[in-house]
């Protein structure tokens, strides 16, 4: 068990110099065998106190987002599991820890079960910092949207999400961050555009008709017009009205 100093001395040291490093470096740099990074994962994941997780996440997601799939695919395990558990705990570092399941999502295979329920977690996130939620969302819906049509996940993301946007009684808070997602990725919600509109239209007038409305609502309201028109304009097109 670490001192209370050196926990401190390791995150420092990891938030200062190893996360800054590593964001510098090129796939070729972390792929050099002198650099050994799987036996730095599993020196990492077995030794770390618990306190500097949140810097391990990031490092385990700067490493996913950077390095082959194939150079990690002997810790793919390991990391999934180190990272599950963090996220079963809720604490503070619950937002690193989606950000990195969501990156091991769009770089491996992952159990169908994970990547739905880290869906509607993220979908029902409104407590956690919204730019972090917001990023996890940016790398989670594009793997998602390369999947088939007819794949179970997504059509269990696309249902979940439907069933969250028909709820009576939603907060202005999930409301915006839902249609938020949406209208950052239209692509992944476009084949059900016919039944999400009407739930666009209800939501509009309560976006953005907000007593004191920021600068960001007025973003959110914006897009989500331009959204409407533009899948209202799709579906004339093909003949579905």
């Known amino acids: 068990m670490l001192s209370n100093a050196a926990e401190e001395t390791l995150r420092v040291s990891a938030s200062m110099l190893a996360i800054p490093l590593l964001k510098q470096s090129t796939s070729t740099d972390l792929t050099d065998p002198s650099m050994n990074i799987q036996g730095l994962i599993q020196s990492m994941l077995k030794d770390t106190p618990v306190s ?6 990031q490092i385990i997601d ?21 990272v599950w558990g963090v996220l079963k705990r809720k604490d503070a570092s619950t937002s690193y820890a ?18 739905v329920q880290v869906y509607r977690s993220l979908v029902r996130d409104t407590a956690s910092e919204r730019d972090t939620v917001r990023a996890a969302m940016d790398v989670l819906l594009p793997a998602l949207n390369k999947r088939p049509a007819e794949d ?22 999930q409301m915006t961050h839902v249609w938020d997602t949406i209208t950052r990725h239209p692509n992944v919600f476009a084949r059900h555009q016919a039944e999400i509109i009407p739930h666009m239209i209800r939501s509009l007038p309560l976006l953005g008709l907000q007593p004191k409305m920021s600068a960001e609502m007025r973003k959110l309201s914006v897009a989500l017009a331009r959204l409407i028109t533009d899948w209202g304009s799709m579906i004339f097109m093909d003949g579905s009205v």
Not at 52 to 57: I, R
Not at 63 to 73: G, K
Not at 101 to 110: K, L, P, Y
Not at 153 to 161: F, I, N, P, Q
């Open 152 to 173: 179970e996940v997504l059509k269990a993301v696309l249902s979940y999400t439907r069933s969250v946007i028909g709820e009576e009684g939603n907060s202005i808070q």
């Open 52 to 57: 500097p997780k949140c810097e391990l996440l």
């Open 62 to 82: 700067i490493l996913l987002e950077r390095m082959p799939p194939a150079e990690l695919a002997n810790c793919r395990k390991d990391l999934l599991k180190y």
């Open 98 to 115: 989606y950000m990195a399941v969501c990156r091991f999502i769009a770089v491996f295979d992952t159990p169908p079960k994970v990547i």
